[in-house]
């Protein structure tokens, strides 16, 4: 059965592409509030209102997007793209998902280069900073129901947390120990049989990701050819290899950056950090553009405003030019793919990692944001985050404790949550 076959056994009409064009450009530009929202919101475009995909074939798609590395909202718009009208399809799809919030967060980081250092909008991102800790911790708790089911899932966290927090050990090693464990660990089944209706096409798979592999580094080999100790290079080497670790999502993505980006290589502070992810979480698409951000400010540091619009362009090639290569890859698999027990099974231990991993990243965010001198204490290879108890910022307590109050308690959305804090941190300012 071809994918047209299948796609008019459940649909009404298959749209044209200047239909599906405005679909996900409006998409993209709604796309507000995190993964979760993301998916409901094509959800309700895409199967609800639409048909173009049966509600089978979107939460198959969705689980398929989930074993993959980085972000899944936007892999599953891809997918969908590309079941309707192929390769053009997948990239306009994908594309419009990212790209309006992409140009809204060089807008922002490009602000904020620019005029971080003024007093009123250091007052604005206190509030935003007090603010993501409570969303952070909002998702920890979103993740760990979903992720938590089996009693070695929650092991599985535990471990992960002391070995990131307590001993350093790198985010990839983390991921790929799950991963072993949780594939080992599961029984195939009788169910596991291959879908004699499937149509796999080894060469033509391998010609996809030789040509996807051939766009994604292309662009990064010649900076490193045509520049010697080119920073733009690392840029393309760092967010390339993220791009095949990040499971799990931004939040995940975010304690890689915290490891290498702050405490490795310097190119942000931890405060930094916390501000590009509250600005990734008030603009639509992918909370994973906070690597856009990231980019952005360090290339600023390091050579001013051309060197930053490059180094952002640069960020964004790296991280979503993999998720094409996934897609167009993988997609023609799917129905085979989803019939494995052993990776769902990894995926599901995975996943419970990803809860120790964003457990630490909350910790650390905290100290970084509610101390001011924060310290790295080293006995052997144990290592400890010590904060002193007397730099401690009462404002940022306060906007963190009322922030927590309106998004746990009186369910308010995210964006109006750093609307709040944001406003209350500046009216604070001007009154003290």
């Known amino acids: 059965m071809s994918r047209l076959d299948t796609y008019e056994k459940h649909s009404n009409a298959r749209p044209d592409l200047t239909q599906t064009v405005r ?37 198959t798609a969705l689980s398929f997007c989930m074993l993959l590395p980085g972000p899944e909202a936007m892999q599953l718009a891809t997918y969908a ?34 005029f971080g250092g003024v007093p009123l909008i250091d007052a604005v991102f206190i509030g935003i900073k007090a603010a993501v800790i409570a969303i952070v911790l909002e998702a920890l708790f979103k993740v760990s129901k979903r992720a938590l089911i089996l009693p070695e899932h929650w092991v599985i966290a535990a471990l992960a947390f002391v070995g ?17 464990f949780g594939y080992l660990r599961t029984q195939d089944t009788a169910e596991n049989t291959y879908a004699s209706n499937v ?12 040509a996807w592999l051939l766009i994604w580094w292309f662009p990064i080999a010649a900076l490193g050819w045509i520049f010697e100790a080119n920073f733009l290079f690392d840029i393309g080497v760092f967010f390339s290899k993220l791009a095949v670790v990040t499971f799990g999502g931004a939040y995940a993505v975010l304690a890689y950056l915290a490891q290498d980006v702050v405490s490795q290589f310097g190119w942000l502070t931890a405060t930094e950090m916390m501000d590009g992810l509250g600005l990734a979480e008030t603009t639509p698409g992918p909370l994973i553009l906070v690597n856009e951000f990231v980019g952005f400010i360090a290339g600023y540091r390091e050579g001013g405003f051309a060197l930053a619009s490059a180094a952002a362009l640069v960020t964004l090639w790296t991280t979503f ?31 419970a990692a990803v809860v120790g991993v964003i457990l630490y990243l909350s910790i650390w965010f905290a100290l ?3 101390f001011s001198e924060v310290s790295l204490i080293q006995y052997g290879v144990l290592s400890l985050w010590v904060p002193a108890v007397e730099s401690v910022g009462w404002l940022v307590v ?6 927590a109050l309106l998004l746990f308690f009186l369910k308010f959305g995210v964006f109006k949550v750093l609307l709040v804090s944001s406003a209350l941190g500046l009216m604070a300012k001007v009154l003290m």
Do not use: N
């Open 398 to 403: 306060i906007l963190f404790s009322i922030s």
């Open 23 to 59: 679909v996900w450009l409006r998409i993209g530009l709604l796309s507000f509030g995190g993964p979760a929202a993301q998916i409901a919101l094509m959800h309700r475009e895409v199967v609800e209102q639409r048909r173009w995909l049966s509600e089978q074939q979107y939460l």
């Open 164 to 180: 990131i927090f307590f001993f350093a050990v790198p985010f990839p090693l983390i991921i790929f120990a799950a991963a072993i």
């Open 321 to 351: 030019v993999p998720c094409f290569l996934w897609i167009f890859a993988g997609a023609p698999y799917l129905e085979w793919l989803d019939s494995q027990p052993r990776l769902k099974g990894a995926l599901a231990a995975i996943t």
């Open 81 to 114: 793209g590309w079941r309707l009208h192929g390769l053009l399809g997948g990239l306009i799809a994908g594309l419009l998902f990212v790209i309006p919030g992409a140009i809204v967060v060089f807008a922002l980081a490009s602000v904020y280069a620019l």
């Open 368 to 370: 970084h944001v509610f």
């Open 199 to 210: 149509k796999i096409k080894p060469a033509k798979t391998l010609a996809i990701i030789f």
